[in-house]
């Protein structure tokens, strides 16, 4: 998203507002299908990245996909939901159908997945070392 936003020069809220969630998505995908060339990174996606199985695709021959899995509790807690145009204006039940909508495909598309409680020196920790045992990292 901030790679997204840093080349329109306008934030993600913006963006939808002014082109909607299809031009978002469009960025997205082309944006995965440049970096599907890359090697040696870390991309970080939003929740919405994996809805387009052409964007898992793009990037499946050359990643190792880690899903920071936490619960909707705690993410709704770590989550500014005025900067998440998905998520504006709807109820707590609303969100957790899409967060579910998501799950089958989170599980179908990790290779490794972390439960994340919001430490982030320890999952920096246990994916550095999981990552080097599973011959990721160097």
Known sequence: ?????????????DI???????????????IAS??????????ATGGGFIENPSNI????DN???VW?????????ERTDISQKPKLIGHSTESIKKLFDSRL???FKTADLIYFNKGNREAAIEVLSGE?????ILA
């Open 16 to 30: 939808f507002a002014t082109h909607g969630e299809s031009y978002f998505r469009h960025l997205e995908s082309k």
């Open 131 to 135: 990552l080097s045992n599973a011959n």
């Open 104 to 106: 089958d495909k989170y």
């Open 1 to 13: 998203d901030e790679l997204i936003s840093q080349r329109e020069g306008k934030s993600i809220n």
């Open 34 to 43: 440049e970096l599907s060339l890359s090697e040696n990174m870390v991309i």
């Open 68 to 76: 920071l899995f936490s619960d909707l509790t705690d993410s709704l």
């Open 63 to 65: 990643s190792f996909f």
């Open 57 to 60: 695709s793009l990037l499946r």
